[in-house]
């Protein structure tokens, strides 16, 4: 079993930025993920990582404006976030499995997730 435990999230004003923090109990995994859900909708994909090369892969919604990135050495996977506005609010959770997807049903570990508001 792998516990993840996300942490980062809070309240801010459009324009500015966060960062999401992921920690893994242990590395039992080769990817990692972050989802979102909004109040009153499904869960969706933002962010994915392979452990081993680094690649990346993103939402179209998020390019160019969130970063995930990862330290092998801490379990952790971040998900930097910039320029955020109010429609970013949502749950961000994060989750690991054998494959950096947008599969939600791909990854076996889920973490409970950090609260993310911003104000307009």
């Known amino acids: 079993q792998v516990q993840l435990v996300e942490s980062g999230g809070g309240l801010v004003q459009a324009g500015d930025s966060l960062r999401l923090s992921c920690v893994a109990s242990?590395?039992?995994?080769?990817?990692m993920g972050w989802f979102r859900q909004a109040p009153g909708k499904e869960r969706e994909f933002v962010a994915a990582?392979?452990?081993?090369?680094?690649?990346?892969n993103y939402a179209d919604s998020v390019k160019g404006r969130f970063a995930i990135s990862r330290d092998n050495a801490k379990n952790a996977v971040y998900l930097s976030m910039n320029s955020l506005n109010p429609e970013n609010r949502a749950v961000y959770c994060c989750?690991?499995?054998?494959?950096?997807?947008?599969?939600?049903?791909?990854?076996?570990?889920w973490g409970q997730g950090t609260q993310v508001t911003v104000s307009s």
């Open positions: 990582i392979n452990w081993s090369n680094g690649r990346t």
């Open positions: 989750a690991a499995g054998p494959v950096a997807t947008d599969v939600q049903a791909q990854y076996d570990y």
């Open positions: 242990r590395r039992a995994f080769y990817a």
